[in-house]
Each structure stands twice: as C-alpha cells, then as structure tokens.
C-alpha cells in the first residue's frame, strides 16, 4: 500500500504560480512510477504530467508543457509540480497518482491516488 498527500493548491491570480507537493507513504514508494492529473467541475480527470521512478523521464500534457515542471525527490518520498503562467483553464482538483509499472497519461492505469488539492486561478 502507498498513501499519498498532495498540499500547495490554493488561489491564485492569471500569471501566477503555485507549487504542489505529494508526500508518499508505505512500502517501497520510491519505486512508483508518479503522475499528476486534475479535474475541473463537470469534466473528466485529465492528465497533466508524469515522471519515472529514477527521474529520469517526463512527460506533459500539450495544454501545460512549458509552463508545469513536474520533479521528485526521493529522499523524501516527494514529488512535485512547479506551476506557472497559470491560466483560468488551470482551475481543479489536482491529484497524485502512483503507478508501479508504467508512466503514463491514462488515469485507469494509476494504483494509487491522494485526495486532491484545490487549484483556482482568478482571471
């Protein structure tokens, strides 16, 4: 079992920045593949970034490449996701997900999910 914390959302104005944090717990939780992916009211969970167990790989969606950075640290079983340039559009429920075998933008494919973190950007 892995648990999962996010913490950094909040509200914010167009042009902003935020930084999200996802805590990870339990057994061997630095071995997860991690994503990040966001709802909005009414609209199904989308993707918006991965990362690799090593790091070494990252992935991003169209509509937040160059202006997201997902990163982790995993000496402290952190991962994180640098947000600027920060648009209306960019307002949900952000979540982390853990995977232990793939990187992907499918939801479906995830273990392990937080409970989300509120996003709202003022225009």
């Known amino acids: 079992q892995v648990q999962l914390v996010e913490s950094g959302g909040g509200l914010v104005q167009a042009g902003g920045s935020l930084k999200l944090s996802c805590v990870a717990s339990?057994?061997?939780?630095?071995?997860?593949?991690m994503g990040w992916f966001r709802q909005a009211p009414g609209k199904e969970r989308e993707f918006v970034a991965t990362?690799?167990?090593?790091?070494?790989?990252?992935r991003y969606a169209d509509s937040v490449k160059g202006r997201f950075t997902i990163s982790r640290d995993n000496a402290k079983n952190t991962v994180y996701l640098q947000m600027n340039s920060l648009k209306s559009e960019d307002t949900a429920v952000y979540y982390c997900?853990?995977?232990?075998?793939?990187?992907?933008?499918?939801?479906?494919?995830?273990?392990?999910w937080g409970q989300g973190t509120q996003v709202t950007v003022s225009s």
């Open positions: 997900a853990a995977d232990l075998t793939r990187y992907g933008s499918n939801p479906g494919e995830y273990d392990y």
């Open positions: 339990g057994r061997t939780s630095s071995g997860y593949h």
């Open positions: 990362i690799s167990r090593s790091a070494g790989i990252t």
